[in-house]
């Protein structure tokens, strides 16, 4: 089955850290344009980071210097490791690819509150 | 980078046609042909309906169908079904390597 599986989220506190994993399945994640997509409650879509190429990454610019995405092609998982993490960053997190086969995960949920 | 604009609700009676506008910048809609259109209904994660401005992934209905003029992107639904109803949202590929959402739309089923 092609999917992809977020785990790692959970309650943090404001400062701390916390690392995201998202695990494909039938299709390589390294040969696609993987994103992270977070949604704020009641809020909108986000987009958060993109690597793609084994190591080419981008970042918006609200988590830039504190999040960083990484790639391991022998677990077909990419990462998202969050630091400095603040209220806002409080949401729903969402491993997506770009090309086919176009799909989302289900999502990790990542509350930062003391 | 700021969001694309959606209008915020959009609704017809089952049967109907509707479309959603998606307004973006000569630096995101109006120079990549990598705008993509997801649904959500509530509590779940959105899916892929459209890619690279009009085309549907397998398994996704030819009711639904994406174009683009300019720096504005359209999705329209045809033969409106109740299913139909959900938040929608537009998203594009930036001249800064980004990706930036739409604001989304809240699609009501009459």
């Known amino acids: 089955e092609v999917q992809l599986v977020e785990t790692g989220g959970g309650l943090i506190q404001p400062g701390g850290s916390l690392r995201l994993s998202c695990a494909g399945s039938?299709?390589?994640?390294?040969?696609?344009?993987m994103n992270w997509v977070r949604q704020a409650p009641g809020k909108g879509l986000e987009w958060v980071s993109l690597?793609?190429?084994?190591?080419?990454?981008f970042y918006a610019d609200s988590v830039k210097g504190r999040f960083i995405i990484s790639g391991d092609n022998s677990k077909n998982t990419i990462y998202l490791q969050m630091n400095t993490l603040r209220a806002e960053d409080t949401a729903v997190y969402y491993c997506?690819?770009?090309?086919?086969?176009?799909?989302w995960g289900q999502g990790t949920t990542v509350t930062v509150s003391s | 980078q700021s969001a694309l604009t959606q209008p915020a609700s959009v609704s017809g009676s089952p049967g109907q046609s509707i479309t959603i506008s998606c307004t973006g910048t000569s630096s995101d809609v109006g120079t990549y042909n990598s705008v993509s259109w997801y649904q959500q209904h509530p509590g779940k994660a959105p899916k892929v309906m459209i890619f690279d401005v009009s085309n549907r992934p397998s398994g996704v209905s030819n009711r639904f169908s994406g174009s683009k003029s300019g720096n504005t992107a359209s999705l329209t639904i045809s033969g409106l079904q109740a299913e139909d109803e959900a938040d929608y949202y537009c998203?594009?590929?930036?001249?800064?390597?980004?990706?930036?959402f739409g604001t989304g739309t809240k699609v009501t089923v009459l």
């Open positions: 998203s594009s590929y930036t001249t800064s390597s980004t990706r930036v």
């Open positions: 039938g299709f390589s994640v390294s040969s696609n344009y």
């Open positions: 690597i793609y190429g084994g190591g080419s990454t």
């Open positions: 997506v690819s770009d090309l086919a086969p176009h799909i």
